[in-house]
C-alpha cells in the first residue's frame, strides 16, 4: 500500500481496508491531494501519485476538473454528503480512456467530511483512441450516452435505445452486452424491419420439422440461441402490430413453443431494443401498443446525432480512415476538415464512412479531398443567403434532407409530413 509519510497520515485500519478491496481506489482528502492508492489501482493505473492532486493524475489539469469544464463528483458529495458517480475520461498508461468514478466522503465524528474514496472502474468498450475497437468519442452527448451504458449494463433491465439512423445503434448495444454479467454468453441481432408473421415467428421462436412446407429438419430460433445472453431487437418500430402481441407475450410469460411444436421451452435472455422511430408518437398514433411500449421503455438511451457532437468528428474521422485502410496514413485536407464540420449529417456516422470511403478511392495519395466529390457537394450546399427561393424549389429540399434522415423511409416521412404518399411522390419529382 502505498501511503504518504507524513504524521497526519490516515488511520492504519483505513488504509488495511482500501489494500483489500479488488477495484482500484485511491483515497484523497478534501485539499485534492492523493493520500493512498490501493494494489489494484497500482496494478491497472501505475505512476508516482502519492501527494499529487487528482486532477493532475487523471485530466493533467493545474486546476480542479470542474474549473475546466469537466462534471467533477466531488462537488455533488461536498453539497449531499453521500456517493457520487460520473464518467470521466482519464489518462491511463494505454492512454486516454473512459472510466466510471464513483466518490464516497468519508466523516469524522463530527460529521466532518475528512477523506473521499474514488473507486475507478474502466469502461473499454469505448475509447478516445482512433483505431480502438468500440465506439469513439469524448463530447458530453457522447460521455452521457456512455454513463447511462455503464449504469444499465449489469442489470437485467430492458434497454431502449433511440436515435436516428446510422448513429451506431448496435455498437450501443453490444456495449451493453459486453459490460453485463452476460457478457461470456451470445449477442444475437434481430433485424425487425420487412418481418412477416411467418417469418416473425420462425426467426425468433424457430420451427419443428415438418411444420410448414420446406421444413426439413427442426430449426433453433434467435430467442433459444440467445439464451444466457442478450437479445437484441433492431429496428423494433418496424414490427407491424399484429406481431407485436406476440412479443409481449413472450416477454411477460418468458415462455415460447417452436413453430408447429407442442413443447413449451424457456425464454433466458437480456432484452436490448433499437429503432430510430418516435415510439411514442406510434402509441399515441395506435401503430405501436401502448403496453409493449411501457414494457421495453423502462430506461430509454438517446444516441446523439453527429451534428450533436460536432467535436468528435476529428476523431471519427481518423477511426474510421484507420478502419477503411490500415496501415494508410491517410488524412483529409485542411479545406475538407472545415466543410466537414460546417455539414448537419442527415446519415450521421454511416454517412460520414461512405464519404471518406469515396474520397479515399478517388485519392491518388494520402492526402483526401472532398473538392470532387459531387454528392457531398449538393448535400452541404448552403442556402443562398438573402436570396428568395421559389417555395416550391425549399420545399423540395426540405423534403429531401427529411427523407435522408429517415434513412429513405417515403411511408414514415408521409406520415409525419401529415400528407398521402402519393402528395410526397409529387413533391419528390
Known sequence: MDTPDTASAPPSELLALLESLPEPRILVNPDYRILSANAAYRHTFGGDIIGRTCYEIS?????????CGESCPRQTAMKTRRASRVMHLHHTPRGQEYVDVELVPIHDADGNIVYFVET?????????????LGMVGRSPAFTRMLDLINRVAPAMTPVLLLGESGVGKELAAQAVH?????REQPFVPVDCSGMTESLFESELFGYEKGAFTGAGRRKTGLVEAAVGGTLFLDELGDIPLHLQVKLLRLLETGAYRRVGGIEILRADFRLVCATHRDLAEMVESGKFRRDLYYRLSTFP????????????????VEHLLARLAPGRPLRLDAES???LLEYDFPGNIRELRNLLERAMLMADGDVLSLAGDQEFARAAEPPMRGAILPLEEEERRYVRQALAQLDGDRKELARRLGISERTLYRKLA
Open 120 to 132: 475507478m472502474r474502466n469502461l473499454r468498450e469505448a475509447s478516445r483512441q482512433p483505431g480502438a
Open 59 to 67: 485530466h493533467h489539469y493545474d486546476q480542479p476538473c470542474d474549473r
Open 301 to 316: 438511451i438517446h444516441l446523439p446525432a453527429l451534428r450533436e457532437r460536432r467535436e468528435d468528428l476529428p476523431l471519427l
Open 337 to 339: 476538415r472545415d466543410r
Open 178 to 182: 459486453a459490460h453485463s454479467a452476460r
